[in-house]
């Protein structure tokens, strides 16, 4: 099959930075690799249809995508082949460091807000870009961005009394 001009480069040049984008979402690489080739998939059959810059276009598609699905991760226990010694730590986030604090308190913000944050933080987008991106106002990105952060100062192991362990 033949693929559109400039698609096979686009692909090449950008997935590394939109597969960026899909894990800041996700935080698990198999589901940013599925979300990214389903991104990828709906672009090449619009491609001739976009104008200027598509890359704008694909992060849009990611970040519905990500914000519309309904299926949830399971969190459950994982198979090890170590049993542990002692009975396991009363707090789960006892041992963790600052960044993986932060990281587990944007993984229980909703999606649109953790979209808005992974964004405007982590890639760097004004708020104009991000309310072109997820197809709202400026007004919107803002409340979203602000309610994100507001959710994040009350964390309880962002706090310094949570983070003592």
């Known amino acids: 099959m033949i693929t559109p001009e400039g698609f096979d480069d686009f692909v090449v040049t950008r997935s590394p930075r ?3 984008t899909a894990f800041l979402l996700t935080r698990d690489w198999a589901l940013a690799e599925d979300l ?3 991104a990828l998939a709906r672009a090449w059959e619009a491609w001739r249809r976009i104008d200027g810059d598509p890359e704008p276009y694909v992060r ?4 519905n995508a990500y914000a519309s699905s309904s299926g949830r991760r399971w969190w459950g226990e994982l198979p090890t ?6 009975a396991a730590e009363a707090d789960p986030h006892a041992g963790l460091d600052d960044r993986d604090r932060l990281w ?3 993984g229980r913000l909703p999606r649109r807000q953790r979209a808005v944050l992974v964004l405007r933080y982590f890639e760097d987008l004004s708020e104009i870009e991000i ?3 997820l197809g709202c106002s400026v007004g919107t990105v803002k409340s979203q961005a602000s309610r994100a ?5 009350l964390d309880e192991t962002l706090t310094p009394e949570g983070m003592l362990g």
């Open 18 to 20: 939109l597969l960026r």
């Open 149 to 153: 952060v507001a959710k994040l100062r």
């Open 60 to 63: 849009r598609i990611i970040v």
């Open 131 to 133: 309310s072109e991106v």
């Open 104 to 106: 587990r308190a944007l």
């Open 81 to 86: 082949a170590d049993l542990p010694e002692a």
């Open 36 to 38: 990214l080739q389903t």
